[in-house]
């Protein structure tokens, strides 16, 4: 029998029954609701809804979940599902609409959330402190913008270090453990890459820890806390300064750019690596693998430096065509009050198959594989939720495939500000 990572056991929190506790929560309550009515979304009761309509667009996979679990109604309302072939058409055609044509409520990836904003398409959302806290930060800060919150997150993702148990015994503490381990393997004929990673022109996801690691990062922030185009970070100074590790890794075969997604599964499951950078979408993979095997964190690089992957979530936002339909507040609360349940986000995440983004339903998954996966995205950073960003990874895939493609690779000191310099040109044309 193969053994398997157990998952993380969640931290249960005591139950105080004081009445001072209560008075205190029926306190913050009250704020809660003062601060609705200061928006003008005052709680919608069922009897001020009945017969009213929620449109809402969603991709094939969290269409069948709103299907199901608002079958009867949202507080008397009915929720009419409209399904698109997939996110990005969803998106399209959003942009597209009018109110005449348009939904309330729409499933979007947080990377859209700027374009959305800027276009004027969303509303912000009232979202309370405590509401706020039910999330992971990094998870719900990928659908803020101008210090506002434009969605609720329903699941997230980030790749993580799966490591073969059976060549590694015992998990590396730091990167320089990892090479050594992944460099006497190699020596010895035992494998034939250190870390199998996908990459070829586009792999600057996959490789974004080993990239963060040594300091790189995508866009700085503006003053209200935005990710700023105008400061693009992939050959800022600390990374420069570190870059020669990568030039390291090319030479000791640590990395190869000629690998795939595909080949980087293919060699790690032959047991031909010690270990793979991935993410949940082979989770199928993963969980038929005949070698015991650990997921976890790339640890530290760079001392004091996370190697942070990128967190991508999904989610759901109201849009500026509630109002014309007059059931702006009740879209809100579907979305605010109605897609926040532990019962619906874990029905989100079964649909998927990722990790629900609301903690408490991430604690009350049962998959500790998908659970590992959430640990190592702990000190993820948000995926950039603007739409500069799709200007930055060919370049950055590109940097790393020039840089670690063996006897003909460029030094990382000139194929990341080149990548930059590529970026920039970009973003300001």
């Known amino acids: 029998m193969t053994s398997r990572m157990p998952g993380s056991t969640p931290r249960r929190c005591s139950r105080t029954r004081s009445r001072s506790r209560l008075r205190t929560l029926r306190g913050s309550l009250t704020a809660v609701v003062a601060a609705g009515l200061a928006w003008g979304l005052a709680p919608v009761t069922p009897a001020q809804a009945a017969g009213e309509v929620i449109i809402v667009w969603a991709d094939p996979i969290r269409a069948s979940v709103l299907q199901r679990e608002f079958a009867g109604g949202f507080q008397g309302a009915t ?33 859209s959330t700027g374009e959305l904003v800027q276009a004027r398409k969303v509303r912000a959302l009232k979202v309370s402190s405590a509401l706020a806290k039910k999330f ?125 997604r595909d080949t980087a599964r293919a060699v790690f499951v032959a047991g031909r690596s010690a270990f793979w950078i991935t993410g949940p979408w082979d989770l199928a993979t993963i969980k038929k693998l005949t070698f015991r095997y650990r997921i976890s964190a790339v640890p530290e690089i760079a001392k004091g430096i996370p190697a942070a992957p990128i967190v991508g979530a999904k989610g759901f936002m109201v849009t500026t065509h509630a109002k014309a339909h007059g059931v ?63 200007s930055v990874w060919l370049p950055l895939g590109t940097a790393w495939a020039n840089a670690t493609k063996g006897a003909e690779a460029v030094p990382a000191g000139a194929a990341f500000p080149e990548a930059q310099a590529q970026i920039v040109a970009a973003i300001g044309g």
């Open 79 to 111: 929720v009419q599902v409209v399904v698109k072939d997939s996110l990005s058409m969803l998106k399209t055609d959003f942009l597209a609409s009018t109110p005449e044509t348009g939904p309330d409520v729409i499933a979007v990836e947080q990377e």
């Open 328 to 390: 702006k507040a009740l879209a809100s609360q579907f979305v605010t009050d109605g897609l926040t349940t532990k019962k619906l986000q874990l029905a989100f995440g079964q649909a998927s198959q990722r990790l629900p983004a609301l903690t408490e339903a991430a604690y009350a998954f049962n998959d500790p594989q998908l659970k590992a996966f959430g640990l190592a995205g702990a000190s993820g950073v948000p995926w950039p939720n603007i739409p500069q960003v799709r």
């Open 136 to 260: 992971p930060a990094n998870v719900l800060a990928g659908f803020r913008y101008d210090q506002r919150v434009y969605g609720i997150p329903v699941q997230f993702e980030n790749v993580a270090l799966i490591t073969n148990a059976g060549l590694v015994k015992d998990p590396p503490k730091n990167f320089t453990k990892l090479m050594k381990a992944a460099d006497a393997l190699k020596a010895a004929g035992t494998t034939e890459v250190g870390i199998a990673v996908g990459q070829g022109a586009t792999g600057g996801y996959d490789t974004y820890p080993l990239f963060s690691g040594l300091g790189g990062y995508l866009f700085g922030s503006d003053a209200v806390g935005n990710f700023d185009p105008s400061d693009v970070g992939v050959a800022n100074p600390t990374f420069l300064s570190n870059a020669g590790r990568i030039d390291r890794w090319n030479r000791t075969g640590l990395l190869n750019s000629t690998y795939t």
